[in-house]
C-alpha cells in the first residue's frame, strides 16, 4: 500500500521526535562527580601518651556536613562544590585519618576510634568538635575546633583550637591538600594534650 506524501511526511517527524526522546536521558544526567579524601599528614612523634586512646564521634558543623566540599562559608553564603565530592562522609574520614595520624604521632598509644571494632576501655578518650573547614576571605583554609581529652571520667584538658593553612596549589585539589595540612595540625596538637594530660 502506497503512502501519501502527507502520511510519509507525518513518519518522519514522528521517527525523528523519537529520536530526540530517546537522546533526552543521556543528555540529562550530569557527569560523574569527582571524588576527593583528606591526606595522611605525618608529624613529630612524642613519647608519654596514655596506652590506649579512643577518639570519640566526631562532632560536625552541619553546614560541612554534606557530600558536595564546601569551599567557602564567607560572606553569608555556602560555596559549595557542586561536582567534587568527599569520597565518604567527611566525619567518618576525619576520624579515619587523625586515628591514623594520632598513631603515627604516638608510637607507644593503641589508638582507636570509638565506632571501630575495638572494644578495649581506653586509658584516654578524645572528643573533637569541628566548627569549621573551609576558606576564609583571604583564601587560607581555616579550621576551627574545640578538643577535650577524659581521664577516668575527668576532663583534663580542653582547648579552643585555630589552625590556617594556604592552599600551594589550584583548584579543588590545592584546596583540599591545605585541609590536609590543617587537618595534621590539628592531629599535633591533639597529640600534644594527650601528651600533657598523661603527666597530670
Known amino acids: 500500500m502506497r503512502m501519501s506524501g502527507g502520511e510519509q511526511g507525518n513518519g518522519i ?14 543528555a540529562c544526567t550530569s557527569p560523574n562527580p569527582n571524588l576527593y579524601t583528606l591526606a595522611v599528614v605525618r608529624g613529630p612523634m612524642r613519647a ?29 553564603r555556602l560555596d559549595v562544590l557542586g561536582n567534587d565530592w568527599w569520597g565518604e562522609p567527611l566525619d567518618s574520614m576525619l576520624s579515619r585519618v587523625l586515628v591514623q595520624e594520632l598513631s603515627q604521632r604516638l608510637p607507644e598509644s593503641a589508638v582507636y576510634a570509638e565506632n571501630s571494632g575495638i572494644s578495649a576501655t581506653p586509658d584516654a578518650s578524645v572528643e573533637l568538635n569541628v566548627q569549621r573547614m573551609d576558606q576564609d576571605s583571604s583564601g587560607a583554609v581555616l579550621l576551627l575546633a574545640q578538643v577535650a581529652v577524659t581521664r577516668a571520667g575527668r576532663v583534663t584538658q580542653a582547648r579552643n583550637l585555630r589552625f590556617s593553612v594556604v592552599p600551594q596549589g589550584v583548584g579543588t585539589t590545592g584546596l583540599v591538600a591545605a585541609m590536609s595540612a590543617a587537618v595534621g595540625q590539628l592531629a599535633d596538637a591533639i597529640a600534644d594534650l594527650l601528651t600533657s594530660s598523661a603527666k597530670r
Do not use: C, M
Open 13 to 26: 517527524v514522528r521517527r525523528r521526535v523519537l529520536r530526540l526522546l530517546a537522546l533526552l536521558p543521556a
Open 48 to 76: 608519654g601518651a596514655p596506652q590506649r586512646v579512643e577518639l570519640r564521634l566526631i562532632s560536625l558543623a552541619h553546614y560541612l556536613d554534606r557530600t558536595q566540599i564546601v569551599r567557602s562559608s564567607e560572606d553569608y
